[in-house]
Antibody, heavy 121, light 107 residues
């Protein structure tokens, strides 16, 4: 079945780095753009990053621009988010997500279970 | 593109009809989606393209609108519907901006 599984979250000190991974299965990963969405404690959803199916185009929220880098390895069916210069305000549950059943709409109908990133000294 | 939801919170009873609104800062055609979020769970897509019901979502959920103003309606609240609801624009798919959320609580 269609599945996304995130990993790589954990506790890191301010200024530190972390790399999140998202393993895809059950669909042709290389055909679909992917997004990273986060939810900080007590806050709403924020689209952090987006990458097209080929990886040729990426986009970042202003809050992470210059610190986070999204990438993908279509041969390994995997999506990544390299997070550098982490701040306390980056503490959140991070989800990877994609659009499969509603093509052309951008609606995110497949989500991973989320991985928790905690930035604290 | 900024997305503004109202109200921020809402108290209602089982069986009530509830409407949540979402306004975009510029026209987004029908590129508007609605999600339900429960604590500890990933968001769940309810409505895409402003008014299309996602497969498996109960028919008591409906969406309408185009341009800048949109609504999510739950025709008869069920106990499992108490959650937080988010709109999202994908007119600018790169941004995928979410509204701030509407928390639906039991009265």
């Amino acid at each position: 079945q269609v599945q996304l599984v995130e990993s790589g979250g954990g506790l890191v000190k301010p200024g530190g780095s972390l790399r999140l991974s998202c393993a895809a299965s059950g669909f042709s990963f290389s055909d679909y753009s992917m997004s990273w969405i986060r939810q900080a404690p007590g806050k709403g959803l924020e689209c952090v990053s987006y990458i097209t199916s080929s990886g040729s185009t990426t986009h970042y929220a202003d809050s992470v621009k210059g610190r986070f880098t999204v990438s993908r390895d279509n041969a390994k069916n995997s999506l990544y988010l390299q997070m550098n210069s982490l701040r306390v305000e980056d503490t959140a549950v991070y989800y990877c997500a994609t659009t499969i059943g509603a093509p052309g709409t951008g609606a995110l109908d497949v989500w991973g279970q989320g991985t928790t990133v905690t930035v604290s000294s | 593109i900024q997305m503004t939801q109202s109200p921020s919170s809402l108290s209602a009873s089982v069986g009530d009809k509830v409407t949540i609104t979402c306004r975009a800062s510029q026209t987004i055609s029908s590129y508007l989606n609605w999600y339900q979020k429960k604590p500890g769970k990933a968001p769940n897509l309810l409505i895409y393209g402003a008014s299309s019901l996602q497969s498996g979502v109960p028919s008591r959920f409906s969406g309408s609108g185009s341009g800048t103003d949109f609504t999510l309606t739950i025709s008869s609240l069920q106990p499992e519907d108490f959650a937080t609801y988010y709109c999202q624009q994908t007119y600018s798919a790169l941004e995928g901006t979410f509204g701030q959320g509407t928390k639906l609580e039991i009265k």
